[in-house]
């Protein structure tokens, strides 16, 4: 792969945090496609469930990779192209605190950070719960206008409220959808009144945020028969699946990583109750159960493929998942379920290596005083590494490489050859001397390095 001398034009801010969180091995969760390398056979699988999920359909992915294989970074990236092509997203990591099922609110906190990080084109950054309730009343007032009728009348206050229980009545039929339209249509009558506290208390609701219905009663001034609560939380992510169509979106794409905390869980029963869920949502998407939503899960080869606590110890889930007898290495399947990624290439690691030496030199306004001969000389060093021919992750090696930037912009003095060429020589010494390490008697003491590596600063 071959990378162009075209500087890309950056926002300051997009870039700043960009170049902030590739140093610290974060995913960015902004400007992902400025440094997007490779790639291009998963990204075009992900882009044509997006066009399923438009036509109505529905969709779920596993993205397997190793612990900073670009895993969450294709997954942001995706969650861009989404937004751009006009659908909604939502994304979560999953975490002790926050599971697929679980007692105690481990469920439903799952929701809320999904509401919580609701996105729409206009809204990106998350928090787009009102603003999209708030843009689909708005061109329903804009259809009654452009229909003749007048805006300050009784009829258009009479017609708008016809046009909204009209959109509602497809979501009704489902499970929980007659409180969940009942909420909105109450939040679309306070949005028209005026009435904070209601919009307000009824967001709580469509939030997941009520801990008993009592509560949500007393806040709301009318009676619900459910709250959204553990069990039922994503019968109503299928509920906002079928209302953003109506809205007018393309559909709602939910995008949860770090599923490998469900691999973690200790008690069998409640692991299980996880993939229970899983199963659950596989099934609706691939059988047409849930119209307009995309899945996509992230997690690690351990949690797919350990068939004692992973996704392959759970029959009904192996069985689905696992691979095809005929599925051998060398050849690549991006049709099914589960994405394996494989590692960039030498040529587009390189590729990424020079991307970000000019997103720096774009952020701090300076020319990089590397060579792109010593480019290519940093590939291979990181690459000289045991095992790192086939384990190398682009997050451990933008890290490093930042790094050694951050240092020669700092250090007017400092060269590549004098930073990277003496902790290769530093790395081989403490390397040679751990394996000539041998503790002596117990009472006599052991062989140390000469040097004390807390005094040494790289």
């Known amino acids: 792969m071959t990378e162009t001398n075209v500087t890309p034009a950056i926002p300051k801010r ?32 992900l882009l044509s469930d997006l066009e399923l999920v438009n036509e109505g359909g529905g969709t779920m992915r596993f993205l397997i990779g190793r612990y900073g294989s670009g895993k969450s970074f294709l ?16 994304d979560a990591d999953l975490s002790p605190e926050r599971r697929l099922h679980g007692s105690g609110g481990s469920g439903v906190a799952t929701y809320r950070e999904l509401m919580k990080n609701l996105a729409s084109k206009s809204s990106p950054d998350g928090g787009a719960l009102p ?15 452009a229909a003749g009728v007048e805006p300050d009348s009784a009829k258009f206050s009479k017609k708008l409220g016809l046009r909204v229980m009209e959109e509602l009545r497809e979501v009704e039929f489902l499970v929980g959808g007659f409180d969940f339209a009942k909420v909105i249509s109450e939040y679309y009558r306070a949005y028209i009144s005026g009435d904070e506290d209601i919009k307000s208390a009824c967001i709580r609701w469509l939030r997941g945020e009520y801990s008993n219905k009592t509560e949500a009663k007393s806040a709301l001034g009318f009676g619900v028969s459910v709250i959204i609560d553990d069990d039922n939380w994503y019968d109503f992510i299928k509920l906002w699946a079928a209302l953003v169509r109506r809205m007018g979106y393309r559909g709602l794409v939910v995008f949860i990583d770090e599923c490998v905390n469900l691999y973690k869980i200790t008690h069998r029963i409640s692991r299980e109750n996880n993939y229970e869920k899983i199963l659950s949502m596989f099934n609706d998407t691939l059988q047409g159960r849930a119209p307009g939503l995309g899945i996509i899960l992230g997690g690690t080869p351990q949690f797919l493929e350990d068939t004692r606590r992973g996704l392959f110890g759970y029959e009904a889930l192996r069985s689905r998942l696992c691979d095809s007898r005929f599925a051998l290495d060398g050849y690549k399947n991006l049709l ?3 994405i394996r990624l494989r590692r960039l290439s030498d040529d587009e690691l390189l590729a990424l290596i020079n991307r970000v030496t000019r997103l720096h030199a774009l952020h701090y306004n300076w020319t990089p005083r590397i060579s792109d001969e010593e480019r290519v000389k940093f590939l291979s060093i990181c690459l000289e590494r045991a095992g790192a021919n086939s384990m190398i992750t682009p997050r451990e090696m933008l890290r490093d490489y930042l790094t050694v930037l951050n240092i020669i912009m700092q ?46 600063v790289f």
């Open 14 to 45: 997009i870039l700043t945090s960009l170049l902030a969180s590739l140093s610290a091995g974060v995913v960015p969760r902004a400007g992902a496609p400025y440094v997007a390398i490779g790639r291009k056979d998963e990204i075009a699988a």
């Open 75 to 90: 997954m942001q990236l995706m969650r861009g192209y989404s937004l751009e092509r006009d659908f909604i997203t939502a």
């Open 131 to 145: 603003k999209i309730i708030a843009r689909w009343i708005a061109g329903l007032q804009s259809d009654l206008v």
């Open 336 to 338: 099914g379920p589960v």
């Open 411 to 456: 250090n007017p003095e400092a060269s590549f050859s004098d930073i990277v060429g003496k902790a290769v020589t530093l790395k081989t010494i403490n390397d040679d001397d751990d394996d000539n390490f041998t503790p002596g008697p117990p009472d006599s003491p052991a062989k140390k390095p000469d040097f004390d590596p807390n005094d040494i």
